[in-house]
């Protein structure tokens, strides 16, 4: 959101320690009383505007208006939560495919459940979902809330970015079915500002410790036209 409104801000875990950044940096954060005084359990975490806060949604409801990411009027902001909430639902149930027992447990120590959580979670959940967004957009116009561009497109295309990633083959079996999603995430990511975020050092990959990881056997190729005639 600060990237698409080009609002300077500093990123304190990409700081090198020596700066005060980095995990000593966080954790030092973390420590300080007036973090424990906001009832701060762990980060993303927004210092600004003398206050601090955390949890994504909380943010993207503080920043939004303050950035002209959200139309006016209160219709729009909670509309505009609700469906930040519902992206994140998606978000929550792409990190059980890796992690269905709990997260105490590494992702090799729960394997087996973990393919049998994508399974599901491709074949039944991430559709229902992806054709509720694009049932909004048939209506809504070129972005989820209209005609304005909103924080919300910002959310629904890290989303996709993050599908693309840990789930390529399911996507691309899905993609025929969500041409207005596509549309919203060309245009998301042909804006300057996005762009230019996208391909600097700020933009970190996804990576295989963050909550989209792609495991290929959590993934697999669909069957191709000879393997479907011989019965695999």
């Given at each position: 959101m600060l990237e698409a409104a080009q609002v300077p801000y500093v990123d304190?875990?990409?700081l090198p320690e020596a700066e005060g950044g980095g995990i000593a940096g966080i954790r030092s954060f973390l420590g300080s009383p007036e973090v424990r005084g906001a009832g701060i359990y762990a980060p993303p975490i927004l210092t600004g505007d003398g206050l601090i806060i955390a949890q994504t949604p909380n943010i993207c409801l503080f920043l939004a208006p303050r950035l002209g990411l959200v139309p006016p009027g209160e219709e729009a902001f909670y509309q505009a939560h609700?469906?930040?909430?519902?992206?994140?639902?998606?978000?929550?149930?792409?990190h059980n495919t890796h992690h269905p027992l709990g997260v105490t447990l590494y992702y090799h120590e729960q394997q087996a459940e973990s393919q049998r959580a994508a399974a599901t979670f491709l074949r039944d959940r991430l559709p229902?979902?992806?054709?509720?967004?694009?049932?909004?957009?048939t209506h809504s116009g070129d972005w989820l809330l209209g005609d304005t561009f909103s924080y919300v497109d910002l959310s629904l295309f890290q989303l996709m970015r993050g599908l693309d990633y840990a789930f390529p083959h399911a996507l691309n079996v899905l993609k025929p079915e969500i041409p207005l999603i596509q549309k919203v995430c060309k245009r998301v990511g042909d804006r300057p500002a996005i762009a230019a975020y996208l391909a600097s050092?700020?933009?970190?990959?996804?990576?295989?410790?963050?909550?989209?990881r792609h495991y290929p056997e959590l993934d697999p190729a669909p069957p191709t036209q000879t393997q479907k005639l011989m019965g695999y």
């Open positions: 304190v875990g990409q609700q469906l930040n909430l519902t992206i994140l639902d998606v978000v929550n149930e792409v229902r979902f992806l054709r509720y967004f694009e049932g909004l957009l050092d700020r933009c970190i990959p996804f990576n295989s410790h963050g909550v989209f």
